[in-house]
């Protein structure tokens, strides 16, 4: 299996994209550690997989907080020995409040921010320190978006975090590769529910028009995300690192 044997941590694997991660890494082999809110959440997909004979554990972590992504990195690295993959995943779309610039608290600005780019910063500084001091190379995945690539969401501070991961990813392939340290980001496209979906004011609207905007002519699914990130956390990605890559049934070239 291509992942055997190495330790995965998941933000934000408590649903959508991280779960589907975590299962498919899991069948790949991967120790995976779900590290998100709320802690149902997370603990349901490790109960899930652990109850298929697979390894995983739940670690509730709020990603705004560095001391509790520094204890999730730390209580994975104690339980399974070590990390090798870290999937930076976990983000938050305020529909109805990341809207209209021109009028937007700073507050609200900030909320987006600190999930969706402080977040990643977190979770990559401590999964960072923690593959650095083990010595065996690594490989970090950041989850953007194809808002990263194009002008259309009304959600501009969502828009302007997944952009600035693509920055971070970049700059994290060309400083660690002396680490042998891989980083690479994830851009979905539009998939059948996005993050705060029950928020979201016209989910029939957005689907038609996303529908009609794809040329593959459907919404995607967390399930056509999950091989992609498992695919750039193993070894058979080797020679990837610092790449952007889309996969978004074609709406970003149409
Ligand atoms: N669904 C889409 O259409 C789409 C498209 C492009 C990018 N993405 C990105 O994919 C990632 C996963 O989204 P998803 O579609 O699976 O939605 P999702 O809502 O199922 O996943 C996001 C997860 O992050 C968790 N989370 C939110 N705030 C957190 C915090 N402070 N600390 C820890 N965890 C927190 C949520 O509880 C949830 O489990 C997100 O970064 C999202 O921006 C999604």
């Not at 933000?11 to 991280?18: D, L, M, N, V, Y």
């Not at 697979?54 to 990390?83: C, E, H, N, W, Y």
């Not at 990837?240 to 049934?249: K, L, N, P, Q, S």
Request: net charge negative; with cysteine; glycine share 14%.
């Amino acid at each position: 299996m291509q992942l055997s044997g190495k330790i995965a941590l998941i933000t934000g694997g408590g649903s959508g994209i991280g779960a589907a991660a975590g299962r498919y890494m899991a069948k790949q082999g991967a120790a995976v550690v779900l590290a998100g809110i709320p802690a149902s959440g997370v603990q349901a997909i490790a109960d899930e997989i652990s109850s298929a004979g697979m390894r995983a554990m739940a670690i509730p972590t709020d990603v705004t907080s560095g001391k509790a992504v520094q204890a999730a990195v730390a209580a994975a690295t104690d339980t399974f020995g070590g990390l090798d993959i870290v999937v930076a995943n976990a983000g938050v779309q305020r529909h109805n409040t990341d809207v209209n610039l021109f009028e937007m608290d700073e507050s609200e600005w900030d909320r987006t921010q600190d999930v969706n780019l402080r977040g990643v910063f977190r979770t990559c500084k401590y999964g960072l320190a923690q593959m650095i001091e083990q010595n065996r190379g690594g490989s970090v995945i950041i989850v953007s978006s194809i808002t990263a690539l194009n002008g259309r969401t009304p959600n501009v501070s969502y828009m302007t975090s997944k952009s600035g991961l693509l920055g971070m990813s970049r700059h994290i392939a060309v400083h660690y590769a002396k680490y042998g340290i891989r980083c690479n980001a994830v851009c979905p496209g539009a998939l059948e529910q996005t993050p705060d979906w029950e928020d979201h004011p016209d989910p029939g609207g957005r689907e038609e028009a996303m529908i009609g905007a794809t040329p593959l002519g459907r919404l995607g699914t967390a399930d056509d995300i999950a091989p992609w990130i498992a695919f750039l956390a193993s070894d058979e990605s080797g020679f990837a690192t610092g790449g952007t890559f889309v996969v978004d049934g074609g709406i970003t070239i149409a």
